[in-house]
Each structure stands twice: as C-alpha cells, then as structure tokens.
C-alpha cells in the first residue's frame, strides 16, 4: 500500500529565506506526482505536476524535484513572501485510471514578514 | 466558466440522519473523485468515477454512495450519517487529457458535522 509522508509537518521561517519541503513515498512504481497549496478553508490549488519520466519541473519561484528510485519528491521555495504563507501537500497518482492519488499529510508553512 | 462548484459549504446533521453533497464541474472533465480531510492524515480517496455512468470505490468508500448519471454532476450521498463522518469534503476533477498531463482541479469544499 502507498502511503505518503511529508517532513516537517509545520515550519516557520523569516521572510527572503529559500526553504526546502520533503515528501517521502513508499512505493516507486508511481505515474506522477503533485505538490498543491492549501489555504486555510479553501481548496487545493495545482502548483507542480511531475510525471514520472522527469526528474524537476519549475514555476516561478518554485522548484520540484523527482527521484523516483528513492521515493522522494522536494518543493524548493526561493526568497519566501509572507505570501507564501499556506499547507504545501504531495500527493502521489498510482496509476492512469481515474484519479488515484495517495496524499501527504501536508506541511504548514508561515513566513514571517 | 466556475471551475468545481460544491454545495453545501457547511452542513450539520444529526447522527443517523441523510444527506447528499453536491458537486459539479463545467469544464468537460471525464474524472471526478470525492475526498475526505482530517486533521493530520492528509485527503482520502472516497468514489471516483472515469465518465458518465461509471463509478468505483476508493480507500474509505463505507457509509458513502456515489452516481454518475451526467459528465457535470457527482453528487455523495451519506446514508446513515455518523460522528466519525465529521471532516472536509473535497470534490475534484481533472481530464483524461493527455498521457500524465491531467491536472486536479479541487472545488471549495464542504464543512460536515454529525452530532
């Protein structure tokens, strides 16, 4: 059974810091993987995909990274903006059918002005 | 066009009571799922459905039933309302698009608790 783990759970930084959040998965036999942001008492919103064949993909100020072999996924921040200020979750899709995705636990995030 | 839509926001029942959350979509997506978020355990896969007609269950699918009657429309149905249902209700769709691209769209959410 999948199951996804995100290290820290909670992390409090100074605004203008790069910071790096984990997500560890169990099983490498995955089809992609997605970081979201959650606000409070809003919805998931898609930050990354990355499918399984890559190993980063960039937006912005952000960067995800894939290693697959060791079942680890990172989100890079660089110079955080109180903005920035929400739950970071992984989440891994099993396969092609339907929408089989194993969520992390997510990490809250607040970046101090 | 409005993304995912979810009704109610929020929602208190009593325990044994019915009630049916709706969800719907206008972008054409053939996936729609339901999820579940609790405290510290991230979002659990309800129902999902891959198109019209065709439904499955996920990892916590007791005490919830789903149809797929139209492409817009996923509604969860709870049958027999317990206190172990309270939580945050999430619906999301994606499409089946292209080979790995599909993006998760999630809609506001539903507040749920049963007394």
Known sequence: KQEVTQIPAALSVPEGENLVLNCSFTDSAIYNLQWFRQDPGKGLTSLLLIQSSQREQTSGRLNASLDKSSGRSTLYIAASQ?????????????DNYGQN???????RLSVLP | NAGVTQTPKFQVLKTGQSMTLQCAQDMNHEYMSWYRQDPGMGLRL????????????????????VS???TEDFPLRLLSAAPSQTSVYFCASSSSGTFYTDTQYFGPGTRLTVL
Do not use: K, M, W
């Open chain 1, 82 to 94: 109180p903005g920035d200020s929400a739950t970071y979750l992984c989440a891994v899709r099993r």
């Open chain 1, 101 to 107: 995705f194993v969520f992390g636990p997510g990490t």
């Open chain 2, 46 to 65: 309800i129902h999902y459905s891959v198109g019209a007609g065709i439904t499955d269950q996920g990892e916590v699918p007791n005490g919830y039933n």
């Open chain 2, 68 to 70: 797929r009657s139209t």
